[in-house]
Structure formats: C-alpha cells, structure tokens
C-alpha cells in the first residue's frame, strides 16, 4: 500500500520568513495530493492540493510543487504570518481505493512574531 | 458550501456503553464517507471507508464488530463505538467526498472527542 512520509516534524520561522514542508509517496499509482491545516481541536481544513498533471500549484502565500518522479511534492509558505501556526498534513491518493487518503505523520508549525 | 458537521462535538462515557457518533453533509451529496481516528498530536488513522447502501470497507486492525458503522443516505453516516472501553478514548473524525464535482476532495468535520472513564 501507499505510505507517506513527512518532514519535518516540528518547524519554526521568524514571521515574514519562508516555511518548506517536504512529502515523499511509494505508489506510483497516487495522482492527488492535497494539503491540509489543523489548528488544535479544530478540524482539518484543505489548503491546497494539485494533481499529477501539474507539476506545480500557487495560490496567494501558499504554493506546492510535485516531482512524480521522485514522488515528493511540497508545500511553501511564503511571508509567513502567526496565523499560519498549526500542523499542516500533507496526504497522497490515487483514487482507486475507495479515493482513500493516506496521510503524511504531520508537521508542526510556529510563527515567531 | 462543502460543509460537514458531527454530533456530538464531545461526550463522555461509562466504559462498556456503546456511543453514536453522526457525520452530516450539508449542503452536498456524499459518496463516500470516511471515519478517522487521531491521537494527540498525532497525524489521522484511516479506519473505515463507508459507502451509501453498502457495507463499510474496514483498515485492517479495526475491529468491524467493535466500530459499527452505517450510511443509509447521501448526506449520513454514523459511527457506533460498542462496549467503549478507556482505550477507546480519542478524538474520532469523519470526512465525506461529494457526489458530484472534484471526487478526489474530502471535507472534512470538527471530530468527536470521545473520552471512555
């Protein structure tokens, strides 16, 4: 089956810095990877996602990029700001399985104001 | 829009009651539901995929027995925890997948914090 794998772990930038949180995938089969953000007992929020046809996805602050040859895919996070603290999952599909998502073990965030 | 909501947000047990856990699309159909279970600070454990009219798929190491889970329509699903257990403890997310539009994405609601004394 599909396993992801995320680093780091724990991450913290001075605000307005850049953050970069790296995924790696096993299934070459996997062709959806979206981005979620968790703030502590809240629910999983999408941020972003891209598909295996596109090599590389923005959207205002937030951007990630895919290498399907060597299955990693991340997330950047540019000017960062305090808001953006939380722990961001990333996860891998492939939309044959029941278009289940196997998620990445997490990164934790903080923004130093 | 793409909303989904859970109920009960918290609750709290005597061990060896069961506990229904329900998961609402509300303003879409789903397909497919998905329940989660997290840990603290820990990332999200796939345990069953539900269909609407059909039996859920369970990951292995979940208990079938043990999690009833039941979609009867469109825009529900619900998670049975029977005969909780202190173990049982945990924060438990469903997702849903709507019918129409991009299949790929999953919505995702705020979780039951399920605490078994």
């Known amino acids: 089956g599909e396993n992801v794998e995320q680093h780091p772990s724990t991450l913290s930038v001075q605000e307005g810095d850049s953050a970069v949180i790296k995924c790696t995938y096993s299934?070459?089969?996997?062709?959806?990877f979206p981005w979620y953000k968790q703030e502590l007992g809240k629910r999983p929020q999408l941020i972003i996602d891209?598909?295996?046809?596109?090599g590389e996805k923005k959207d205002q602050r937030i951007a990630v990029t895919l290498n399907k040859t060597a299955k990693h895919f991340s997330l950047h996070i540019t000017e960062t700001q305090p808001e953006d603290s939380a722990v961001y999952f990333c996860?891998?599909?492939?939309?044959?399985?029941?278009?289940?998502?196997?998620f990445g073990t997490g990164t934790s965030l903080t923004v130093i104001p | 829009g793409a909303v989904v909501s859970q109920h009960p947000s918290r609750v709290i047990c005597k061990s060896g009651t069961s506990v229904k856990i329900e998961c609402r699309s509300l303003?879409?159909?789903?397909?497919?539901m998905f329940w989660y279970r997290q840990f603290p600070k820990q990332s999200l454990m796939l345990m069953a995929t539900?269909?609407?009219?059909?039996?859920?798929?369970?990951e292995q190491g979940v208990e079938k027995d043990k999690f009833l889970i039941n979609h009867a329509s469109l825009t529900l699903s619900t998670l049975t925890v029977t005969s909780a257990h202190p173990e049982d403890s945990s924060f438990y997310i469903c997702?849903?997948?709507?019918?129409?539009?991009?299949?790929?994405?999953?919505?995702f609601g705020p979780g039951t914090r399920l605490t078994v004394l």
């Open positions: 997702s849903a997948s709507p019918v129409a539009g991009s299949t790929d994405t999953q919505y």
């Open positions: 299934d070459s089969a996997s062709n959806y």
């Open positions: 891209i598909r295996s046809n596109v």
């Open positions: 996860a891998a599909s492939n939309g044959n399985t029941g278009n289940q998502f196997y």
């Open positions: 303003d879409f159909q789903a397909t497919t």
């Open positions: 539900s269909n609407e009219g059909s039996k859920a798929t369970y």
